[in-house]
């Protein structure tokens, strides 16, 4: 492990490679401040950029790009109260008051920079004791391991999506599933679903779909929406500094957030979301008579879960890295940029590509590190930006996602295509339907069907292949019990509310 | 026998029982709303498919300069400075962007040029 310590370090600290962490933390944090625009529109929109790259320059690019949204993310909470991803929601109860009511801006944002780095560095340490240990494990997995702990993750997802939307994320996974089987299917060189047109026969670019779920429709969100008030930001004038009591009161807090973080993040599915309000209800519990209360600007309210959403991105990088398993979005956009460089994301990724391995788990410290460097300074000034009319940001969204798509194909085909992709994506958000299973379920597609198809061969086109090891049966039941757990969540409700 | 036939057959078997299933016990819903449906939304999307159309017959910095001036009138920005402004810097921050990296944009059909644009396919 010293070893891969050293390769990465090594890697990274380049002073090409040191200024992409920089550029990827700060263009992260812009993108990431816009409101609407979380990690996965942020990542969308860089990947182009990086082809040309070397594949771990590219993946410490994006990484930085990810620490950077989560942070200004969590700033757009803070000062605007409009949280750009669902795991920064958290982040806004107390975070939002203490910049409101109390009209402490600067020690908001200043909590929430301290507490993002120590959960991201903590969750890098964890990340570095349990990685190379579970991808040595994963490496004597079986293609029929394989296609059970893909199925197991894309049910996690709809397990864990939030009441009453189970059903329509397993839809989402499902239209995801389909639609990665456009194209020429590879082991027989037959086109599937390509309409006998050419643009087609290399099938849906992943960036198309994630630009134009995400960052696109996310952009006509807005014009649907525009009779939402819009709130004029508390931008903080003084230097962002915290009291010694303040240090005291949240260090443990941060401590628990970020072990906790850490281990849901490593779920499929869970990740920062859940992650950042387990914390939160925990400290809550935790807290006897606090001052101020939670919800009206209390300072460990915004630390909980601060560290545990930098922790739980930390976490969701465990199964990426280890199984090439993507377990959200953001992931799942990780996994697609890996591929895009010709690499095959596995277990076997530490031995085959140790450098791309190490340099990214390096880079997350250096992340960051710089992004506490970068941003307390700079944040008054940054959070100007929050200031720009949404007549402006929208074509510019637009604008980016556009050329982005355009970038990767020089094909016109792919502007008209992302169109519907977005107008689409608009309704089906409109109607309730989440769109990250749809990535996740794009992503895995391809990976499933060929691990199906692998393991049926080994076993003679027999499907009892799910049943005859001890590992696939265990599997197979968690996969049961996950998908039956929202019934099951419902059956004992009635049952205990007679 | 597996064949290119059978995962999406498996897909659609699964995502009918799902339909089905959505169908029976329609689950509880609130939209996050109030979403307003509105002109601007079918111009801005009227504007991207027109880009789309356009970008490699009049070139990249025609066609995005008149895209982006467009996209700001239809979503009500009035001041003229201020668009010209953030149409400018855009485009040709963008535009040079790209040439440094050697990304060769489409320079329009127009213009009789082979970089870019459609003749670059052939």
């Given at each position: 492990?010293?070893d891969?310590?050293?390769?990465?370090?090594?890697t990274v600290l380049?002073l090409y490679?040191l200024t992409?962490?920089l550029?990827g933390?700060?263009v992260?944090?812009?993108?990431?401040?816009?409101?609407g625009l979380?990690?996965?529109?942020?990542?969308?929109l860089?990947?182009?950029?990086?082809?040309?790259f070397e594949?771990?320059?590219?993946m410490i690019?994006?990484?930085?790009?990810?620490y950077?949204?989560?942070f200004?993310?969590?700033t757009?909470s803070?000062?605007i109260?409009?949280?750009?991803v669902?795991?920064?929601?958290?982040?806004?109860f107390?975070?939002y008051?203490?910049?409101?009511?109390?009209g402490?801006?600067?020690?908001?944002?200043?909590?929430?920079?301290y507490?993002?780095f120590?959960?991201?560095?903590l969750?890098a340490l964890?990340?570095l004791?349990t990685?190379?240990?579970?991808?040595?494990i994963?490496?004597?997995f079986?293609?029929?391991?394989?296609?059970?702990?893909m199925?197991?993750?894309?049910s996690?997802?709809s397990?864990?999506a939030?009441?009453?939307?189970?059903?329509?994320?397993?839809i989402?996974?499902?239209l995801?599933?389909?639609?990665s089987t456009?194209?020429?299917?590879?082991t027989?060189g037959?086109?599937r679903?390509?309409?006998g047109r050419m643009?087609?026969?290399d099938?849906?670019?992943?960036?198309l779909?994630a630009?134009?779920?995400?960052a696109?429709?996310e952009?006509?969100?807005?014009v649907l929406?525009?009779?939402?008030?819009?709130?004029?930001?508390t931008?903080?004038t003084s230097g962002?500094?915290?009291s010694k009591s303040d240090?005291?009161?949240?260090?443990p807090t941060?401590?628990?957030?970020?072990i906790?973080?850490?281990f849901?993040?490593v779920?499929?599915g869970?990740?920062?979301?859940?992650?950042?309000f387990?914390s939160y209800?925990?400290?809550k519990?935790?807290a006897?008579d606090?001052?101020?209360?939670?919800?009206q600007g209390n300072i460990?309210?915004l630390a909980a879960p601060e560290a545990?959403n930098?922790?739980?991105c930390?976490?969701?990088?465990?199964?990426?890295?280890?199984?090439?398993i993507?377990g959200?979005?953001t992931?799942?956009?990780?996994?697609?940029?890996?591929?895009?460089?010709?690499?095959q994301p596995g277990p076997?990724?530490?031995?085959?590509?140790p450098?791309?391995?190490?340099?990214?788990?390096?880079s997350?410290y250096?992340?960051?590190l710089?992004?506490l460097?970068?941003n307390?300074?700079?944040?008054?000034y940054l959070?100007?930006?929050?200031?720009?009319?949404?007549?402006i940001?929208i074509p510019l969204?637009?604008f980016f996602?556009?050329m982005?798509?355009y970038l990767?194909?020089?094909?016109t085909f792919d502007l008209?295509?992302?169109v519907l992709v977005a107008?689409?994506?608009?309704v089906?958000?409109?109607?309730?339907?989440?769109?990250a299973?749809?990535l996740?379920g794009f992503i895995?597609?391809?990976?499933?069907e060929d691990?199906?198809?692998?393991?049926?061969t080994?076993?003679?086109?027999?499907?009892t292949?799910?049943i005859?090891?001890?590992?696939t049966?265990?599997?197979?039941?968690?996969?049961?019990l996950?998908?039956?757990?929202p019934?099951?969540r419902?059956?004992?409700s009635?049952?205990t509310s007679? | 026998?597996?064949n290119?036939r059978?995962f999406?057959i498996l897909?659609a078997?699964?995502?009918?029982i799902?339909?089905?299933?959505?169908?029976?016990f329609?689950?509880a819903?609130?939209?996050?709303g109030?979403?307003?449906f509105?002109?601007?939304?079918?111009?801005?999307?009227a504007?991207?498919l027109l880009y789309?159309g356009?970008l490699?017959?009049l070139?990249?910095?025609?066609?995005?300069?008149?895209?982006?001036?467009?996209?700001?009138l239809?979503l009500g920005e009035r001041?003229?400075v201020r668009?010209?402004?953030v149409t400018?810097?855009?485009t040709?921050?963008?535009?040079?962007l790209?040439a440094a990296l050697e990304?060769?944009?489409p320079?329009g059909?127009?213009?009789?040029s082979?970089e870019?644009?459609?003749?670059e396919?052939?």
């Amino acid at each position: 492990m010293i070893d891969g310590i050293l390769l990465g370090l090594t890697t990274v600290l380049t002073l090409y490679n040191l200024t992409l962490v920089l550029v990827g933390c700060a263009v992260g944090t812009i993108i990431g401040m816009l409101p609407g625009l979380g990690p996965i529109s942020a990542i969308a929109l860089m990947i182009p950029i990086t082809y040309g790259f070397e594949p771990s320059s590219g993946m410490i690019l994006l990484a930085g790009v990810y620490y950077g949204a989560i942070f200004g993310g969590s700033t757009s909470s803070i000062l605007i109260n409009a949280p750009g991803v669902a795991g920064t929601v958290a982040t806004a109860f107390d975070g939002y008051a203490m910049a409101g009511q109390l009209g402490q801006p600067g020690r908001a944002l200043a909590t929430a920079a301290y507490a993002s780095f120590a959960g991201g560095t903590l969750a890098a340490l964890l990340l570095l004791l349990t990685a190379p240990f579970l991808a040595d494990i994963s490496l004597s997995f079986q293609s029929a391991d394989y296609f059970l702990m893909m199925v197991l993750g894309l049910s996690l997802v709809s397990a864990f999506a939030s009441e009453g939307e189970h059903l329509k994320a397993l839809i989402m996974t499902f239209l995801g599933l389909a639609l990665s089987t456009v194209g020429t299917d590879l082991t027989a060189g037959v086109q599937r679903f390509t309409f006998g047109r050419m643009d087609l026969i290399d099938g849906i670019s992943f960036l198309l779909l994630a630009m134009g779920t995400f960052a696109l429709s996310e952009a006509l969100m807005m014009v649907l929406r525009r009779n939402k008030s819009e709130k004029a930001p508390t931008i903080p004038t003084s230097g962002l500094r915290l009291s010694k009591s303040d240090v005291n009161a949240i260090v443990p807090t941060i401590t628990r957030s970020s072990i906790l973080g850490f281990f849901v993040g490593v779920l499929p599915g869970a990740g920062a979301t859940i992650a950042s309000f387990l914390s939160y209800g925990f400290e809550k519990s935790l807290a006897r008579d606090p001052t101020p209360k939670f919800g009206q600007g209390n300072i460990k309210g915004l630390a909980a879960p601060e560290a545990a959403n930098n922790a739980a991105c930390t976490g969701s990088f465990v199964p990426l890295l280890t199984l090439g398993i993507p377990g959200s979005g953001t992931t799942a956009i990780l996994l697609g940029a890996l591929i895009a460089y010709g690499i095959q994301p596995g277990p076997r990724l530490i031995v085959d590509e140790p450098q791309v391995f190490w340099s990214v788990i390096v880079s997350m410290y250096l992340g960051n590190l710089f992004l506490l460097a970068l941003n307390l300074p700079l944040i008054p000034y940054l959070a100007r930006l929050l200031l720009m009319p949404r007549s402006i940001l929208i074509p510019l969204i637009m604008f980016f996602s556009m050329m982005g798509v355009y970038l990767v194909s020089f094909n016109t085909f792919d502007l008209y295509l992302i169109v519907l992709v977005a107008v689409s994506a608009l309704v089906l958000r409109v109607l309730g339907f989440p769109m990250a299973p749809l990535l996740l379920g794009f992503i895995l597609g391809g990976m499933l069907e060929d691990n199906l198809r692998r393991a049926l061969t080994v076993s003679d086109g027999n499907w009892t292949f799910l049943i005859d090891r001890p590992i696939t049966i265990v599997l197979l039941g968690i996969i049961i019990l996950t998908l039956l757990s929202p019934v099951i969540r419902r059956l004992v409700s009635v049952a205990t509310s007679r | 026998m597996f064949n290119a036939r059978s995962f999406p057959i498996l897909i659609a078997i699964g995502g009918s029982i799902l339909a089905l299933l959505f169908i029976m016990f329609p689950p509880a819903f609130e939209p996050e709303g109030p979403f307003v449906f509105n002109i601007e939304l079918i111009g801005l999307v009227a504007l991207m498919l027109l880009y789309a159309g356009l970008l490699e017959q009049l070139g990249f910095v025609l066609a995005t300069g008149l895209f982006l001036c467009a996209g700001f009138l239809v979503l009500g920005e009035r001041r003229p400075v201020r668009i010209g402004l953030v149409t400018v810097a855009l485009t040709a921050g963008f535009y040079f962007l790209m040439a440094a990296l050697e990304i060769h944009l489409p320079q329009g059909a127009w213009t009789g040029s082979w970089e870019g644009g459609v003749m670059e396919r052939f």
